[in-house]
């Protein structure tokens, strides 16, 4: 079965950078169609979508995140490595990764991660 | 950026309720429009993708249906464990934004 997890700190200070792992189990970043996106949800509020990679390495990036993300791929680890730079208390969320499922017909995230809590305090 | 907007933001209901969660695109998604359920300190559950197609294990009280711009998510007859958030997301083109979601409390 398919599983995902977060992995990275639970606290950063202000000016920080971010980086977080998500390592997956039960299907390959080398099919095509697959994807893994990360997304965040500060205390309260309501998910926002972040990053994308696809199985081909191609990426797509929040435009009003574009200039602080990266987002790279390590398919022999099985894992997705989310980088945020520059972190602010605002940045404070739970991050969650999940798998993107593709079929020409219809594109959804089906697996989630359980998230990480990241707090981003002095 | 396609801007989500659900409504409400929240409501109250009873067991047995019927319940009716509205999703609008600011611009046309096709049927890239995908709902999911989420519990308190819980990972989004997808429930429905493709407009109306019902994810594997998901009951069938659960339905969706809209075209274009708009959207609806109904529950039939709300279960206990129903009560939790509901988001709307499109996945038409990137960023891949959700709605503010909708509360549904007892």
């Known amino acids: 079965q398919i599983t995902l997890k977060e992995s990275g700190p639970t606290l950063v200070k202000p000016t920080q950078t971010l980086t977080l792992t998500c390592t997956f189990s039960g299907f390959s970043l080398n099919t095509h169609g697959v994807g893994v996106g990360w997304f965040r949800q500060p205390p309260g509020k309501a998910l926002e979508w972040l990053a994308l990679i696809y199985w081909d390495g191609d990426e797509r990036l929040s435009p009003s995140l574009r200039s602080r993300l990266t987002i790279t791929k390590d398919t022999s680890r099985n894992q997705v490595v989310l980088t945020m730079t520059n972190m602010d208390p605002v940045d404070t969320a739970t991050y969650f990764c999940?798998?993107?499922?593709?079929?020409?017909?219809?594109?959804?995230?089906?697996?989630w991660g359980q998230g990480i809590l990241v707090t981003v305090s002095s | 950026d396609i801007q989500m907007t659900q409504s409400p933001s929240s409501l109250s209901a009873s067991v047995g309720d019927r319940v009716t969660i509205t999703c609008r695109a600011s611009?046309?998604?096709?049927?890239?429009l995908n709902w999911y359920q989420q519990k308190p300190g819980g990972a989004p559950r997808l429930l429905i993708y493709?407009?109306?197609t019902l994810q594997s294990g998901v009951p069938s009280r659960f339905s969706g249906s809209g075209s274009g711009t708009d959207f609806t998510l109904n529950i039939t007859s709300l279960q206990p464990e129903d009560f939790a958030t509901y988001s709307c997301?499109?996945?038409?083109?990137?960023?891949?934004?959700f709605g503010g979601g909708t509360k549904v409390e007892i």
């Open positions: 997301q499109q996945t038409y083109s990137s960023p891949f934004t």
């Open positions: 493709g407009v109306s």
């Open positions: 999940a798998h993107r499922f593709y079929n020409g017909e219809a594109r959804y995230f089906d697996y």
């Open positions: 611009q046309t998604i096709a049927t890239y």
